[in-house]
């Protein structure tokens, strides 16, 4: 009884069922109040609308409603000819900004092929006949030609080589206003405007072509005018996605593109090309110097002239193998470069018809300025009344050796006879240059009373401003050893330059033995002067088709004025039938610097090999200067192998003006014995470099005396 009184009563199901969804409501309100309102996938991408004028029939109105903007936009029917499509042939349409492309595809059964293009056969010879009929010949040549493609694709076709499909391409392309878009279309439409193709405005029916073209969408274009018959050929050269290459314009053969297993060739005398100048970029063990030994070795059997300043003095070996000179810079050695040194330049001039004709002459001038910033290297800075009187002694000098801007100046007026060719010829010989001496003596006469010009002494100065100038300068003589490389006639063991850079086609300026001197920036920068008048700017040498190597050029951040000078160079080259080659380990010198910026922004060739890791702010500023992809990026930036077996080495991105292609370079075994530095290597082929036999310490055997008389007597000891 009692257990009874105290029992529940039981509900009805209905009212369970009202109480459980009152409980599970409460759950799901506390658990949203919880939670974090989240987009999915299709909202974030999701379009904000668009809106199509009723009083413009040729675009619409695309809406941005968080950026507040509403951006217009045309879509377009892209009619492909009858003729065939070609790989590459809509680079331009692809490549055009902010578009959406959809190409609606359907194969036909072989019956709707062949019936397909029986017609086509039939309407293309109609279309000949007519035309010929008509007088057209030009129409009736290309409905010929037209006709004979119909008829070979109707026998693939037949023979089961080949498949048909109806195609529909659909092209909606997007602008900041009314007149870029406008720009933009008739661009495109005069670039895929041959071989019958045409980008036609779908007018009315935008509404349809912007749906048409959303990815993932359906066809909304089903008129049978709308669509094209494709062959398997055609749909592989409309696709975007195929490898990238350098088009061929000879050059040298790189090597192997990673991509399709073909040679690529670097030309940097492509004629598409704005300058001839290049860049070598790559970390200490990426093939950097390995490749550029390749490349300068392969121009030369081009019939290319290149000077090269070679800091780590690694292409001697392969230099000489060509038929070239290797020159050695040192303090005492035999070796002299005459920043005084003037030669001719040519220019051109106008005429007053108006005719551009070229006139040779003496830059004097630029020459001058030349000096005074290589007093001011010397100096590390002048000041403005000792540039003054540098300045005045030079034009002193200049002056009193009568040299003008006539070529004819800097000859003597006599004919010597000449041996050339085995023949006797008579030329006038150049008359000795001026040295750092001439200018110091002229300094002596300008600035001091009591001079000695042989002792090069004096009493007294009577302008003070020359007296740092007379202090530092006398340790530039040729007395003195730094003075034996700049004091002097410019000259490489007893030959003068201009036989050297007549007759030989490769000079490289070896200047390892001055590393860590303090006159090292100095030679590098009057070799790099020395490049571009004497070589570059050389009148002789114009038919030739030139290269001035910079090789480690990032050490050029050391040297005031240089990134400047070399900006110069690559903008200026070109016009001399030249290029310069920037070959370095480290681009941050020269993004760091605005005119290094502009230096490797001119090279319009470039092989990027693996510059080793970087940050998000390095990786991104590198992308921006060389409109590199993310994959360029990450094949560039990839961290060295772990791995004993990797291959990467001498992978990298070779660029030739607006192409890129995945290369590796390879050479034959033969050729790499003399371009590889790698010890390893060259250990296991028995290539290192060995002591010469006159350098070899000999072993002497010390004997006494008593042992030398009793073998003198003939008695063995």
């Not at 690694?314 to 030669?343: S, Y």
């Amino acid at each position: 009884m009692l257990f009874s009184k105290f029992k529940k009563r039981k509900k009805s199901n209905e009212a369970q069922d009202m109480e459980l969804n009152d409980v599970k409501q409460n759950a799901n309100k506390s658990s949203k109040m919880d939670e974090v309102k989240r987009e999915t996938y299709m909202e974030k991408i999701a379009l904000e609308g668009f809106t199509i004028p009723v009083d413009i029939r040729d675009r619409g109105y695309q809406i941005e409603q968080r950026a507040g903007k509403e951006y217009p936009f045309r879509s377009y029917l892209m009619h492909l000819g009858n003729t065939s499509l070609s790989t590459g042939e809509l680079d331009t349409l692809y490549r055009a900004g902010a578009l959406n492309i959809n190409f609606h595809l359907s194969k036909l059964t072989k019956s709707q092929a062949v019936s397909k293009y029986k017609r086509a056969v039939t309407d293309e010879g109609a279309r000949a006949l007519q035309a010929e009929k008509a007088g057209n010949d030009l129409e009736a040549t290309e409905a010929y030609k037209a006709r004979a493609k119909a008829d070979q694709l109707l026998q693939e076709i037949s023979d089961g080589y080949n498949d048909g499909f109806l195609g529909t391409m659909v092209v909606t392309l997007f602008g900041e206003n009314d007149k870029t878009l406008d720009n933009m279309g008739m661009l495109i439409q005069d670039s895929v405007l041959h071989n019958e193709h045409n980008l036609r405005p779908l007018y009315d029916r935008q509404r349809s072509g912007w749906l048409s073209s959303l990815p993932l969408s359906p066809n909304r274009l089903q008129s049978t005018v709308d669509k094209r018959f494709l062959d398997r050929t055609a749909i592989v050269a409309a696709s975007p996605f195929y490898s990238s290459k350098i088009p061929f314009s000879g050059g040298v053969p790189l090597g192997e593109n990673l991509h399709n297993r073909n040679m690529e060739f670097l030309n940097v005398f492509a004629p598409y090309l704005e300058n001839y100048s290049s860049i070598i970029a790559g970390a200490s063990g990426s093939g950097k110097s390995f490749s550029n030994k390749y490349i300068s070795s392969s121009q030369v059997l081009l019939g290319y002239r290149i000077f090269s300043i070679d800091p780590d003095g690694e292409n001697g070996p392969i230099c000489v193998l060509m038929g070239g000179k290797e020159v050695e810079v040192r303090e005492g050695g035999d070796n002299t470069i005459n920043p005084c040194a003037l030669t001719e330049e040519e220019i051109e001039t106008t005429l007053p018809n108006g005719k551009r004709v070229s006139k040779v002459i003496v830059p004097i001038g630029s020459k001058i300025g030349r000096l005074v910033s290589f007093y001011n290297k010397l100096l590390q800075g002048m000041n403005t009344q000792e540039k003054e009187e540098i300045k005045k002694a030079i034009m002193d000098v200049i002056t009193e050796w009568g040299i003008t801007d006539d070529p004819e100046s800097l000859y003597e007026k006599e004919k010597r006879p000449v041996r050339v060719n085995g023949q006797i010829v008579y030329k006038k010989q150049r008359k000795p240059e001026f040295t750092l001496s001439d200018i110091y003596k002229q300094l002596l006469k300008n600035t001091t009373k009591g001079y000695d010009l042989e002792k090069l002494s004096y009493e007294e100065i009577i302008e003070p401003d020359a007296a740092r100038l007379l202090k530092v300068l006398r340790g530039y003589l040729r007395d003195r050893p730094d003075g034996v490389i700049f004091d002097g006639q410019t000259q490489f063991g007893g030959e003068k330059i201009d036989n050297l850079l007549d007759d030989i086609p490769w000079v490289n300026f070896n200047i390892k033995a001055i590393e860590g001197s303090d006159i090292y920036d100095t030679v590098f920068y009057v070799l790099t002067v020395l490049g571009w008048e004497y070589f570059i700017k050389r009148p002789s040498l114009r038919k030739y088709r030139k290269r001035l190597k910079i090789e480690e050029a990032w050490k050029m951040k050391h040297i005031v004025g240089a990134m400047l000078f070399v900006e110069e160079l690559a903008r200026r080259s070109r016009k001399y039938n030249a290029g310069v080659d920037i070959i370095t380990q480290d681009l941050k010198p020269f993004l760091d610097d605005p005119n290094g910026q502009a230096v490797v922004k001119q090279a319009t060739s470039a092989l990027f090999l693996r510059i080793g890791a970087m940050n998000a702010q390095e990786k991104l500023e590198l992308q921006s200067i060389f409109n590199l992809s993310e994959g360029e990026l990450e094949i560039i930036c990839r961290k060295p192998s772990e791995s004993e077996n990797d291959q990467t080495k001498g992978e990298g991105i070779v660029r030739v003006g607006g192409s890129s292609a995945y290369i590796k370079v390879n050479v034959s075994d033969e050729m790499r014995g003399f371009i590889d530095t790698d010890p390893e290597y060259l250990m296991q082929n028995g290539l290192m470099p060995t002591l010469e036999e006159n350098e070899v310490p000999m072993e002497i055997e010390i004997i006494d005396e008593e042992e030398e008389v009793t073998e003198q007597e003939g008695v063995s000891v």
